[in-house]
């Protein structure tokens, strides 16, 4: 799991995280339908800090992270998220905050989701 945080969010936002992702059916079964979610198959979560998700890269060519929380706050939200997870009883790993690593990643099929905690205040259609 990458997580940015932006300026904008707070608690609410680490707390609908946590339970979209902890119950989104992801999951596949013998199918190949996304039937199980991460609680029901007691799923192994890795949390790295990535605020440059929030890049916005709309002008010229260099990107700016203006919408990126300051690492302070963008610290203990992260934590946040990190402990509510480990709440749910799903054994969670992390990366370092503000540490530059390197990490690989190995997706296991064609899907890859965008869960954004501002979606939490718009209507579903």
Same mark, same amino acid.
């Given at each position: 799991?990458?997580?940015?945080?932006?300026?904008?969010?707070?608690?609410? /936002?680490?707390?609908? #995280?946590?339970?979209?992702?902890?119950? #989104? *059916?992801?999951?596949?079964?013998?199918?190949?339908?996304?039937?199980?979610?991460?609680?029901?198959?007691?799923?192994?979560? #890795?949390?790295?800090?990535?605020? %440059?998700?929030?890049?916005?890269? *709309?002008?010229?060519?260099?990107?700016?992270?203006?919408?990126?929380?300051?690492?302070?706050?963008?610290?203990?939200?992260?934590?946040?998220?990190?402990?509510?997870?480990?709440?749910?009883?799903?054994?969670?790993?992390?990366?370092?905050?503000?540490?530059?690593?390197?990490? %690989?990643? %190995?997706?296991?099929?064609?899907?890859?989701?965008?869960?954004?905690?501002?979606?939490?205040?718009?209507?579903? /259609?």
């Amino acid at each position: 799991m990458l997580l940015g945080i932006a300026q904008t969010d707070d608690e609410t /936002h680490a707390q609908y #995280l946590v339970e979209k992702i902890t119950n #989104l *059916r992801i999951f596949s079964d013998k199918e190949a339908r996304f039937q199980y979610s991460a609680l029901e198959v007691n799923a192994e979560i #890795l949390v790295v800090s990535q605020f %440059t998700l929030y890049a916005n890269t *709309r002008r010229g060519r260099r990107p700016d992270f203006l919408e990126a929380a300051q690492p302070e706050i963008a610290e203990k939200l992260y934590e946040l998220v990190t402990l509510m997870l480990e709440e749910t009883g799903l054994r969670i790993s992390t990366g370092q905050f503000r540490a530059h690593m390197q990490v %690989t990643l %190995t997706n296991d099929g064609p899907v890859t989701l965008m869960v954004d905690s501002s979606d939490q205040r718009s209507p579903r /259609h």
